[in-house]
């Protein structure tokens, strides 16, 4: 298949390459790292080792590559308003738009490229970083799950998650986004949110700081509440799994505590500002939530405060 992924950082990076080395024709667009890539190729590793693996291309835009069988979108949601512009010379009449991105309210800003009926969601529950330009390093290989923009699992999502099975990677369909949508929460907010809050933890430092894993159950406890009142709950036996899996990470640094060590902009109002909205506004109480919202945007205002000007 000919595909194109948009956004080749950790999680592009990655799930590019392995679609790559299943034979795809995988075109990256990355500004940052285009040239490495062109040059060596991907470098990915895991518990298996590191490989190298060479991609179509790898270029800084879209221009002059044409339509793609599958889209992928991989950059940071804090880009979305612009990202339209940048995929529409990738639509054809049957390509499958494919965002991996964290946080929700994501597929809403990709509706008018493509038909309902080919717009899926992907979330990841892995741990992934990108180590330098073109290197990309996967310490725990988890799995995707994937579920149609709106309704149960279609055709579309049935062939995302083929494709990404053939690939060897743990993909499945749900039938609902929302409701993994809230699972994938059960450990973004919290975990996303007190790296930042208490001032550059690693997860290591959370899970093994008394106060602030108790804080990450009581995070973990409304999420739950609040996928509950929307009408999608999910058991203990979730909760406990993130906590047991967390304790087996190492020092891993959350996504947006990279963001927020580099000065980038944070996907604040998808990880945390439309959860906290939906599940408020379902009769949840989260206060908890509500209160991690204040300190991470306190702390980037203090950051934006001490650079530069």
């Given at each position: ?77 804090t880009a979305n308003a612009t990202l339209p512009d940048l ?223």
């Amino acid at each position: 298949m000919r595909i194109a992924v948009v956004g080749a950082g950790a999680v592009g990076g990655w799930y590019g390459g392995r679609l790559a080395e299943t034979g795809h024709e995988v075109h990256l667009v990355t500004r940052t790292d285009a040239a490495t890539i062109s040059q060596a190729g991907l470098t990915l590793r895991d518990r298996q080792g590191e490989r190298q693996v060479r991609v179509a291309s790898a270029r800084p835009t879209t221009n002059g590559l044409g339509p793609c069988d599958v889209v992928i979108v991989a950059a940071k949601a804090t880009a979305n308003a612009t990202l339209p512009d940048l995929l529409r010379p990738l639509i054809g009449p049957r390509t499958i738009l494919l965002t991996l991105q964290n946080g929700m309210g994501n597929v809403e800003a990709f509706a008018d490229l493509v038909p309902g009926d080919r717009l899926v969601a992907g979330l990841c529950f892995v741990c992934i970083n990108r180590l330098a330009p073109g290197v990309v390093e996967n310490t725990l290989a988890g799995n995707v799950r994937m579920a149609a923009a709106q309704g149960p699992a279609n055709d579309a999502v049935l062939a995302a998650v083929a494709l990404f099975a053939r690939a060897g990677i743990d993909c499945r369909a749900e039938d609902s986004l929302e409701a993994v949508l809230w699972k994938k929460l059960c450990w973004n907010i919290p975990f996303n949110g007190l790296a930042i809050a208490a001032g550059g933890l690693t997860t290591d430092r959370i899970v093994g700081d008394p106060a602030l894993r108790s804080r990450a159950r009581r995070l973990m406890d409304e999420v739950a509440a609040a996928a509950a009142a929307r009408g999608h709950p999910f058991d203990e036996k979730h909760i406990r799994w993130q906590l047991e899996m967390t304790d087996g990470m190492g020092p891993y640094r959350p996504s947006s505590l990279i963001d927020y060590l580099a000065g980038r902009e944070v996907e604040v109002d998808g990880i945390w500002g439309e959860p906290l909205r939906r599940g408020e506004a379902a009769g949840a109480k989260m206060t908890e939530l509500r209160s991690l919202l204040a300190e991470i945007r306190g702390r980037l205002a203090a950051r934006s405060g001490s650079l530069p000007g």
